[in-house]
């Protein structure tokens, strides 16, 4: 092998593992959002939030809008309202966590939304870390199959007829895209099952809190009625 083609191939090396180590970075740009959500905030909150009489398929629309998220429903996001409302979670911070996440987070619906409706999709007996690894070495692998046809393109070209059939094309186009993709996923899901456990970490830090609180809420109130009555009496 040629001094060129070392020299090329650790470069691309270089290229794959920095990228990797940066992925975090790349993966946040595709997160930024600066459109102004105060309308559809106070929209939810005075129309739709803890409202009767709204038929389900408005409320989970309303939710949709103000989470811009269109697979979500009215209870998953009035559960991580009422948890930011008791200043326990940052809405922005945990819906990003769960839109990166959501492929690796299993969610049961229902009425009364809580902890316990949220699950990790993960192989049995499997650890987040083990499988971050596993990703790891996806993109990897991939990436660098992706890159060595260019780095001994001079050494193929020997191995090529000097007329290349649409076959030779189609299967060099098919294998390119095919590791390109493979390495992307590996990527992206290396940081996206870690968003998915940051996700349900924190949902289940802050459940029991929430209890709690609505607790103490509903013995303050039930005292405060019975102060009414005691002076209306």
């Not at 595709?30 to 709204?54: C, I, M, P, Q, W």
């Not at 492929?103 to 316990?116: G, L, R, T």
């Not at 596993?134 to 000097?162: D, E, H, K, M, R």
Request: aromatic share 14%; hydrophobic share 45%.
């Amino acid at each position: 092998m040629e001094i060129t083609h070392i020299v090329g191939l650790l470069g691309a090396l270089v290229g794959i593992i920095g990228i990797f180590f940066k992925r975090q970075e790349i993966t946040a740009l595709a997160h930024k959002d600066y459109t102004a959500k105060l309308d559809s905030t106070n929209r939810f909150f005075e129309n739709f939030f803890e409202k009767d009489g709204v038929r389900r398929l408005v409320l989970d629309r309303a939710a949709q809008e103000l989470a811009r998220l269109d697979y979500v429903d009215y209870d998953f996001i009035c559960y991580l309202v009422k948890l930011h409302e008791a200043r326990l979670i940052n809405l922005d911070q945990i819906i990003r966590l769960y839109k990166s996440g959501r492929k690796f987070i299993e969610y049961n619906p229902q009425q009364n939304v809580s902890a316990s409706n949220f699950t990790l999709k993960i192989k049995d007996g499997r650890s987040v870390k083990k499988q971050v690894i596993i990703f790891g070495a996806q993109y990897f692998f991939f990436a660098l199959l992706l890159v060595l046809p260019f780095l001994l393109a001079s050494i193929l070209s020997n191995w090529l007829p000097t007329q290349v059939s649409l076959f030779v094309y189609f299967f060099g186009g098919a294998y390119l895209f095919g590791c390109f993709l493979l390495a992307l996923m590996g990527l992206l899901d290396s940081e996206n099952i870690k968003d998915a456990e940051n996700f349900l970490n924190k949902i289940n830090e802050d459940d029991a809190p929430y209890l709690e609180i609505t607790k103490q809420k509903m013995m303050e109130e039930s005292k405060n009625k019975r102060i009414i009555t005691l002076i209306n009496e």
